[in-house]
């Protein structure tokens, strides 16, 4: 599967929104990229996923650039219930393959 | 919400023993995978299936370890004899294909002392 690049940490304030970048240079025409978030002590959730068209759920946004090789996952009301690692995978096949992510800090 | 179950929780084990961990995916999901996380490695992937067939299983070490799909609502992850390197939790997940999510089970806190 083709590699994602993300900062190590970011930080926000609540109630403001986060954009979280994720780089993908060498995606691939049929690579899907997903987002999952891990908060402390749990299980890693799925938070959305796309392939070319910008996304949008109950939970965040996804903003995929024209050319696919980048992303940016879009909180728009940060909560304190948002501080967790934030990972951005691309899918070829059907497995995921976890990176480091990036540790998202929310202060009050 | 549907969910991905895994038991035991925790389960604390001597060098040596066999442990067994269960998962049920969520019914009709018919891939499943056993994840295995460390502070050291993070997540790392062990094995997956699709439809019950083994797809990969790279990232297990063989000699110790096996995963097996006896039926569409049973997913078991083994390892005898366990080390205290397999101390970690074990995370088994589920979904349909990389066109949608997939959801995660609570995991397995394994200990082996």
């Known amino acids: 599967d083709a590699k994602t690049t993300q900062p190590n940490s970011m930080e926000s304030n609540e109630e403001e929104p986060v954009h979280l970048p994720c780089n993908h240079s060498t995606i691939s025409g049929t690579d899907y990229i997903h987002w999952y978030r891990q908060l402390p002590s749990q299980g890693p959730e799925y938070v959305i996923h796309g392939l070319t068209s910008n996304v949008n759920n109950r939970m965040a946004s996804l903003a995929i650039a024209e050319d696919r090789k980048s992303s940016t996952l879009i909180l728009h009301r940060a909560t304190l219930r948002d501080a967790a690692v934030y990972y951005c995978i691309l899918i070829t096949g059907y497995a995921l393959n976890f990176g480091k992510g990036t540790s998202l800090l929310v202060t009050p | 919400d549907a969910r991905v179950t895994q038991t035991p929780r925790h389960k604390v084990t001597e060098m040596g023993q066999e442990v067994t961990m269960r998962c049920q995916p969520i019914?009709?999901?018919?891939?499943v995978f056993w994840y295995r996380q460390t502070m050291m490695q993070g997540l790392e992937l062990l094995a997956y299936f699709r439809n019950r067939a083994p797809l990969d299983d790279s990232g297990m070490p063989k000699d110790r370890f096996s995963a097996e799909m006896p039926d569409a609502t049973l997913a078991t992850l083994k390892i005898q004899p366990s080390e205290p390197r397999d101390s970690a939790v074990y995370f088994c997940a589920s979904g349909l294909d990389r066109a949608g999510g997939y959801t995660f089970g609570s995991g397995t806190r394994l200990t082996v002392v």
């Open positions: 019914l009709g999901h018919n891939t």
